[in-house]
């Protein structure tokens, strides 16, 4: 029986304990710093609005993990000893445990990143990431009454996070964006126009073309605003930051793994050392798909790199293969979901072609990318339309043509029973569109 | 955790509210004011509607569509607070008091006469007051949950559909039916044995009888509704034609319940709790209809042309009828249900052949007959579907009965689990496991467990009401009527 350690309980690690449990060859330890139970980061929005408990958020009943074979450590890994193969835990409350193992594996996730801004440290300052995270952004905004103003710093799906979570208890938000349209960095100016729309519609400021120099503060502890790079100066009781995330992986600084902005793997999630792993959010891949990036935050890829890691665990060498690209969101009320590529204004070829519905209210909008001269189907970005995977992933594999897509839109359907047919209408927007 | 701060105007409307209720109970201290207790009543029921839909529209109009969930896990009311039991305990002792002790309603009673004369020609009685205040109920908080899903047309049609059988099928045609022919006993259509378990009772077939060809045409339609139209819905569209779209438990518990939907327990021990409730209640209404049926047949055995012995004899060949056609189309399922099956089938079986040689007239198994049906009225008629089912809406969640105890949605739920269209679709790997489909599904059903594993829904209990797909955030869920029957997931 082979002792395997992974460290962080997230999604990648959580998936991957419970797939290696059920095999006979493997004696699973689950070590977190954070949590007792695997609970899901993307619903922290949903505790804060009070939508969900905590508990709620958990992916597995407790029981499953209390009647699981694997050991769940509480702890904070503080050393690695790759000679030894053995880790050093500074348990939760107590004490200091040394732990030995055949296969290690590193889940250790993300974490906030801040620029080098002056008062960092201040109170009422915070990423949305960490579980303690939610806990200082619920005590800096306890009140109404205390904390009025709120900005969010970036732009991007956690900053949207932050913004909903805020305005559900009647804080003004504003967001402060670098860029000219919100998330234009990833959306082309159609889409994000049509998102920052959105926001606006729902009561929330966004200020474009603004950067942070640094926070304010009157008492030394408190933040009471920010001075932006014009040296005007914004006041707000609560600032989150949200300008992205970089891999947790300071603690292995001294383990002498290669390490690059994440931890290096190859195609089988392996690091530089045969026995040590890395999957989720900390993992960098040595190569990746020219269509994909080396590293991708993302509550899907971390899934998939579990699945990966378990079958090459389990069965013997498996490779992990980017696949497609897909990912969803939802601002405020508007769902989005992406399959393939679509590029933004910067990173956009001459040959990418783009066709951008959306309807007069700008409650539901699409845009379909395409090669100008083959004409083949590239992805698809939908905004309050509910599109089915399988049959974009179909698409993508048979490299399918934009007209084919077009012509048989109903059959990706997947928005609930009743709702109003728009493809009439966006059919009739191609067609003249492409005469 | 912050305290939720609800608004002036909600808080005022809730006033309102309360003082309509006050007023509606206090009715009867107007006969001593000199006040006709009919104005009383009026004004009592206009304050209460005002309040809901005052509450309603200082709720919702504020803000865009979409979904509102906020604060729902804060709320002393709806997570288990101090007002949730409060309520709990008042809901719950007016049913004590409706079902046991409802000489202390009789002022409050004597204030619905006017309205229920001018439907049936009638003086009210309790139960048409419960009828009125609960089809009020299922139309403003109808109108509540409406403006809440504004955004859904599922939802928006679905709403309207519960509130039009309520509104026509189970409270006005009854009165109206009673005024046209004054044999026929009260008859809720839509009502299906075994929810309706008095459909069979010796003195409802003799009412009907009596009421000539309007009551047997009746009675048919009752017999034809679940052994016919039922299956075929529900192989179509899945149990949800019933329990989310016509039923009056299930319309009452989406509208006035909707707050208390996410306080369903999730559990797999719950989930086991209830497959062996509800199909216990299931034999048991099943045993006991059979043996009032029976014993019914024995008493007047020149009246009608079917002996005790043939219709034993014809459930017997319905049940193995049924049994044969599982077997031999379902035989995966009953690979892993096999142990409960054989349980269930040989209480029913060993239940029929005693029935046959233990009663005589007036017991079954040596037990009187009329005794085991008002045991079962007793404990699931009243206290578990009332007392229990709606009271405790502030507890445990606003499908606790149909959940727990409803047999009729054993029925369904078994046509659906082994031959029906219908399933929810998880759209590939698309999850995040955040919880809010399983939080919010009102049978307690763990649908995250099946979507994280990109898994397709195929549950038993499952009421399609489509508030899963509504909550959650990435678009993953959708009912559809289009699953190969063949495949079981």
Redesign the interface.
């Known amino acids: 029986m082979q002792e395997v350690c992974i460290i962080g309980n997230g999604?990648a690690g959580s998936t991957l304990a419970l797939n290696l449990s059920a095999s006979a060859q493997f004696k699973v330890h689950l070590i977190s710093e954070e949590a007792d139970y695997f609970f899901?980061r993307?619903?922290l929005m949903?505790?804060y609005?009070?939508?969900?408990?905590l508990k709620?958020?958990?992916?597995?009943?407790r029981?499953v993990w209390n009647d699981s074979p694997i050991n769940r450590i509480r702890g904070r890994v503080t050393a690695l000893n790759r000679t030894n193969k053995q880790l050093k835990i500074e348990k939760y409350l107590s004490g200091t445990l040394l732990l030995n193992y055949d296969i290690l594996v590193i889940a250790t996730g993300s974490k906030p990143r801040f620029l080098d801004w002056p008062n960092t440290h201040l109170k009422g300052v915070s990423g949305l990431y960490h579980l303690t995270d939610l806990e200082k952004i619920?005590s800096y905004t306890?009140?109404?009454k205390h904390c009025k103003n709120a900005l969010v710093v970036g732009g991007g799906l956690i900053g949207v996070e932050l913004a909903e979570m805020l305005h559900?208890?009647k804080i003004d938000v504003k967001m402060l964006i670098r860029e000219p349209l919100f998330w234009s960095s990833v959306l082309p100016d159609s889409d994000a126009l049509l998102v920052q729309k959105h926001l606006e519609?729902?009561g929330v400021e966004v200020v474009a073309n603004t950067e942070v120099k640094g926070f304010l503060t009157h008492d030394g502890k408190r933040v009471s605003g920010v001075e932006l790079s014009d040296n005007s100066q914004l006041e707000a009781q609560f600032v989150g930051v949200s300008i992205g995330v970089q891999p947790h992986i300071s603690f292995l600084e001294e383990s002498g793994l290669e390490l690059n902005q994440g931890i290096l793997v190859n195609e089988h999630l392996q690091t530089s050392e045969k026995s040590i792993f890395a999957i989720g959010d900390c993992a960098e891949l040595r190569q990746s798909d020219p269509k994909r990036r080396a590293l991708e935050a993302v509550?899907?890829v971390a899934?998939?790199m579990a699945d990966a890691l378990s079958k090459h665990l389990i069965d013997g060498p498996f490779t992990y293969v980017q696949g497609h690209w897909?990912n969803?969101?939802?601002f405020?009320?508007l769902?989005y979901?992406t399959y393939g590529q679509v590029s933004n204004l910067a990173k956009r070829k001459n040959s990418e072609q783009h066709f951008h519905w959306h309807n007069t209210k700008m409650t539901k909008g699409l845009t379909l990318a395409y090669e100008a001269h083959s004409r083949l189907f590239l992805g698809v970005n939908a905004f309050g339309i509910?599109l089915?995977?399988?049959v974009f992933?179909h698409w993508l594999d048979q490299s399918a043509s934009i007209d084919t897509v077009v012509e048989q839109l109903e059959t990706a359907h997947?928005?609930?029973?009743?709702?109003?047919n728009y493809t009439k209408e966006l059919k009739h927007a191609f067609v003249s569109n492409n005469s | 955790?912050?305290s939720?701060?609800t608004t002036a105007s909600q808080r005022a409307f809730t006033f309102l509210g309360l003082l309509g209720i006050l007023l509606l109970f206090a009715s009867g201290v107007g006969q001593s004011l000199a006040v006709p207790s009919s104005v009383l009543t009026g004004s009592a029921l206009s304050l209460i509607a005002l309040a809901i839909l005052g509450y309603t529209y200082a709720s919702y109009a504020p803000y865009?569509?979409?979904?509102k969930?906020?604060?729902?896990?804060?709320?002393s009311l709806t997570?288990r607070g101090v007002w949730a039991y409060v309520s709990a305990l008042a809901l719950t002792a007016f049913y004590v008091v409706l079902y046991f002790f409802d000489a202390y309603l009789e002022p409050m009673i004597r204030g619905f006469d006017s309205i229920s004369q001018s439907l049936s020609g009638k003086p009210a009685t309790q139960w048409f007051v419960y009828g009125a205040l609960y089809t009020l109920a299922i139309l403003l908080f109808g109108v509540k949950f409406i403006v809440k899903y504004r955004?859904?047309?599922?939802q928006v049609?679905r709403t309207l559909s519960v509130m039009f059988f309520q509104l026509i099928f189970a409270f006005l045609l009854p009165e109206f039916m009673a005024r046209l022919n004054g044999d026929l006993p009260y008859y809720d259509l839509k009502s299906m044995w075994p929810l309706n378990y008095y459909l069979f009772d010796g003195y409802y077939i003799e009412s009907f009888v009596s009421a000539q060809s309007l009551g047997i045409g009746l009675l048919l339609f009752g017999v034809l509704s679940i052994f016919v139209i039922s299956p075929i819905l529900t192989y179509k569209f899945g149990k949800r034609w019933y329990c989310s779209w016509v039923c009056g438990c299930g319309g009452l518990a989406e509208t006035a319940g909707d707050a208390f939907r996410?306080l369903s327990d999730n559990?797999?021990?719950s989930w086991k709790l209830e497959r062996w409730m509800i199909h216990s209640i299931l034999v048991l209404i099943t045993l006991s209809t059979v043996g009032v049926v029976h014993s019914y047949l024995l008493e007047h055995p020149e009246d009608y042309w079917i002996s005790p012995s043939v219709f034993i004899l014809t459930v017997v060949s319905l049940l193995v009828a049924v049994i044969a056609l599982i077997y031999f189309k379902r035989r995966a399922w009953i690979a892993k249900e096999a142990k409960t099956a054989m349980i269930i089938v040989g209480v029913l079986l060993a239940g029929f052949t005693g029935m046959h040689f233990l009663s005589d007239t007036y017991h079954v198994f040596l037990i009187p007959s009329h005794s085991l049906r008002s045991v079962y009225g007793f404990f699931v008629g009243s206290i578990f579907s009332g007392v229990i089912g709606t009271g405790f809406y502030p507890l445990l969640g606003n499908r606790v009965w149909c959940r727990f105890g409803c047999p009729m949605a054993a029925i369904l739920g078994l046509q659906q689990k082994l031959f029906s269209k219908f399933q929810i679709t998880t759209?590939?790997?698309?999850c995040?496991?955040?919880?809010?489909c399983?939080?919010y599904c009102e049978m307690g059903i763990?649908v995250?467990?099946y979507a994280?594993k990109a898994e397709p829904i195929k549950r038993a209990s499952c009421v399609g009401c489509?508030i899963c797909?509504?909550?959650c955030?990435?678009?993953v869920l959708?009912?559809e009527n289009t699953a190969n029957p063949n495949i079981q997931a």
């Not at chain 1, 609005?49 to 408990?53: A, F, Q, V």
């Not at chain 1, 997947?414 to 109003?420: G, H, L, Q, V």
């Open positions: 999604v899901s993307t619903a949903y505790v609005m009070g939508h969900l408990t709620q958020t958990e992916p597995y009943e029981g619920e306890q009140s109404h559900s208890r519609s729902r509550w899907y899934r998939q897909f969803s969101a939802k405020f009320d769902e979901q509910r089915k995977q399988s992933e997947f928005d609930t029973e009743f709702s109003k | 955790m912050l939720y701060q865009n569509s979409g979904v969930n906020n604060a729902n896990a804060i709320k997570q955004h859904s047309r599922y049609i996410h559990s797999i021990r759209n590939s790997g698309q995040i496991s955040c919880g809010n399983s939080a763990d995250r467990a994280q489509g797909a509504e909550v955030p990435r678009g959708r009912l």
